[in-house]
C-alpha cells in the first residue's frame, strides 16, 4: 500500500489537462511504473485526479484507457452497489462513466459522472516532460466517494489504479486490486489548510464555522454566502445545527503564540464550553492523533500553530445537540503556560442561531383520498382519478429550507408539489413551511401508469453544522394503481 497526501487546492481546478496551471503546484503524487504518475489534489468538495502519463505518447485512434477504483466505505473489501469503478466508455474513451463493484471482477453497466464531475483526455507536454504525452484529468464529487469532513476523523480514499494499453496488456497499482481490495493505496485529504477563508472574511480571532467565515455570519447568528463563494455557495440566512468546528484566526494565533499565550478557554454564553476531540497533525513521516480536553478550570492546551494539523486552526469542535435552540454567543480568552495570566487578545463575540430540531414532516394518513375517498393502507386503486394530499412540512422556529413532494413509481417519478425559503417570499430570516394543508395540489394528482406507488415528503432545514448539507425528514405513502378491468 502506497499512502499519498492530498494537499489543498485554493481554487478550483481547471479540468482542461493543463498541469502546469497553478493550481496544481505541489500536488500529491504516485509513481506508474516508468510510464508516468497520478496527481491528487483536493478542496471541500472535489477530488481532483490527473494521470501524467510521460512514456504514452498518444496519438489518434489509439484505444488506451485508465480505471479508477474506489473504496466507497473504507472497509477494504467490495461491497456490492456501494464500491465505484471509473473508466472511459469505449470504443472511443471520450466519455467517463462510472459501474458500482457487483463482487471481484463483476461491475455494473456504466452509467454517466454525476453533476459537476468533469473528464478530459489530452495529449500535450506537462511539468514532468516537455515532450507532449496523454493527460486524463478527473475531477469527482467527494461526496460521492464516501468523504465526510464535518467530524476531525483522517478522511482518506483507497484507490486502485488500471492503465490500459491499446495493444491488450494494463498494469495495475497494486496489482489485481479489481480481485482485493486489502492493499489498495490511499490518500489522504487535505480538510483544510490554515487560511482557508477568503482574504478580509475571517474574524479577528474565531475566523469562522467550518467553512463559513465569521464576518459572513450576521449579529442575528444567520449565515449567508454568495452564490460565487467555492468553499461552501449560496446560503441565505442558514441558522446552525450538530457539531461544528469553531475556527480560530490563523494569523492571530501566530502573535499570540509568540506573546506566549499556550492556554485559552472557549466561552458560550459566558460560561466555559467544555468539549473534547482528537485531531491529526503531521509528524514529518505520518500523522498523529493528539487529543484535546479542558482541564479542572474549563482551559484548552493551545495547539502551535506551526503544526499541519489536518482541521487546521480549530479551537473546538462543539457539539450544540442538547443546547436550548435560540441564538447563544461564543468568545476566547488566551492565558500564558500557568493558566492564569492572561494574554491580551482582541475582543470578538461571535452569535449564533442554534436549532437542531427536524422539520415536522407528514403526508395525514387519514385525509388524503383518492377520488374523494380516505386511501386505506396497503390500497389497490383502479387507475383514472387523482389524489388529494393533506401535508406538514414545518420549522417551528422558521428555519424551513424547502419541501417537496413526489411520487416515485418503477421507472420514473414525477414531482407533485414544492416550495422553498426565499427572503422576497417569507420575510428577511424565517419561514416556517406549510402545516396542515389540503386538499393539494388544487387540481389533485393522476397517477399515470399502472404500478406500485411511493409518494414521499421531504422537508429540509436552512441549518448547517458549516461544513456539510442540511437536515432533512420524509414521510411515505405506499399506493399500488391498475388499469380498470
Known amino acids: ?63 488506451d484507457y485508465f480505471w479508477l477504483t474506489v473504496d466507497v466505505d473504507g472497509n477494504r473489501q467490495i461491497t456490492p452497489n456501494i464500491d465505484v469503478n471509473y473508466g472511459p466508455y469505449p470504443p472511443a474513451n471520450t466519455t467517463l462513466g462510472r459501474q458500482r463493484y457487483l463482487h471481484a471482477g463483476s ?184 487529543t484535546f480536553a479542558p482541564d479542572a478550570s474549563g482551559n484548552y492546551t493551545l495547539y502551535d500553530p506551526s503544526g499541519e494539523y489536518i482541521v487546521a486552526d480549530l479551537l473546538v469542535l462543539w457539539n450544540s445537540v442538547g443546547t436550548a435552540a435560540g441564538v447563544h454567543a461564543l468568545s476566547v480568552e488566551f492565558y500564558a503556560a500557568n493558566g492564569t495570566t492572561v494574554v491580551p487578545s482582541t475582543v470578538q463575540t461571535v452569535d449564533l442561531m442554534i436549532d437542531n430540531n427536524l422539520p415536522l414532516t407528514v403526508i395525514d394518513r387519514t385525509r388524503t383520498t383518492y377520488e374523494g375517498l380516505p386511501i386505506a393502507p396497503c390500497a389497490i386503486e383502479t387507475l383514472g382519478g387523482a389524489v388529494e394530499f393533506y401535508i406538514t412540512a414545518y420549522s417551528s422556529l422558521g428555519h424551513l429550507e424547502s419541501y417537496s413532494l413526489q411520487a416515485i413509481w418503477d421507472v420514473s417519478s414525477a414531482g407533485i408539489l414544492s416550495d422553498q425559503y426565499s427572503p422576497s417570499h417569507v420575510g428577511p430570516t424565517g419561514w416556517d413551511g406549510v402545516n396542515d394543508v389540503g386538499p393539494v395540489p388544487a387540481a389533485g394528482w393522476k397517477p399515470p401508469v399502472q404500478c406500485a406507488y411511493q409518494f414521499l415528503l421531504t422537508a429540509w432545514m436552512r441549518t448547517t453544522n458549516g461544513v456539510t448539507g442540511t437536515p432533512y425528514a420524509q414521510d411515505s405513502r405506499y399506493v399500488a394503481f391498475i388499469a380498470p378491468a
Request: proline share 5%.
Open 107 to 290: 461491475w455494473t453497466g456504466l452509467s454517466p459522472l454525476g453533476s459537476g464531475e468533469e473528464y478530459v483526455e489530452t495529449v500535450a507536454a506537462s511539468p514532468a516532460s516537455s515532450t507532449a504525452h496523454r493527460i486524463w484529468q478527473v475531477k469527482l464529487a467527494l461526496s460521492e466517494l464516501g468523504v465526510e469532513f464535518s467530524t476531525t476523523a483522517l478522511q482518506t480514499i483507497g484507490f486502485g489504479v488500471r492503465i490500459g494499453s491499446a495493444t491488450g496488456a494494463s498494469t495495475d497499482y497494486p496489482p489485481n486490486f479489481d480481485a482485493s481490495f486489502a492493499n489498495l493505496n490511499e490518500i489522504v485529504l487535505s480538510a483544510s489548510p490554515s487560511g482557508v477563508y477568503p482574504a478580509g472574511t475571517a474574524g479577528a480571532v474565531i475566523a469562522g464555522v467550518g467553512y463559513i467565515p465569521a464576518t459572513l455570519i450576521s449579529a442575528s447568528g444567520y449565515a449567508s454566502t454568495p452564490a460565487t463563494y467555492s468553499l461552501y455557495p449560496g446560503l441565505v440566512d442558514y441558522a446552525f445545527c450538530g457539531t461544528m468546528q469553531i475556527k480560530a484566526n490563523h494569523t492571530t494565533v501566530i502573535g499570540l503564540w509568540a506573546a506566549g499565550a499556550r492556554k485559552y478557554k472557549v466561552l458560550l454564553d459566558g460560561e466555559p464550553l467544555l468539549e473534547s476531540w482528537n485531531n491529526y497533525v503531521w509528524s514529518g513521516s505520518t500523522f498523529v492523533l493528539e
Open 1 to 63: 500500500m502506497t499512502t499519498i497526501n492530498s494537499p489543498w487546492a485554493s481554487a478550483p481546478i481547471v479540468t482542461n489537462g493543463n498541469l502546469a496551471a497553478t493550481g496544481w503546484a505541489n500536488a500529491g503524487k504516485l509513481a506508474l511504473g516508468t510510464g508516468g504518475a497520478m496527481w491528487v489534489k483536493n478542496d471541500a468538495h472535489w477530488l481532483y485526479v490527473a494521470l501524467d502519463m510521460t512514456g504514452d505518447p498518444g496519438g489518434a485512434g489509439d484505444k
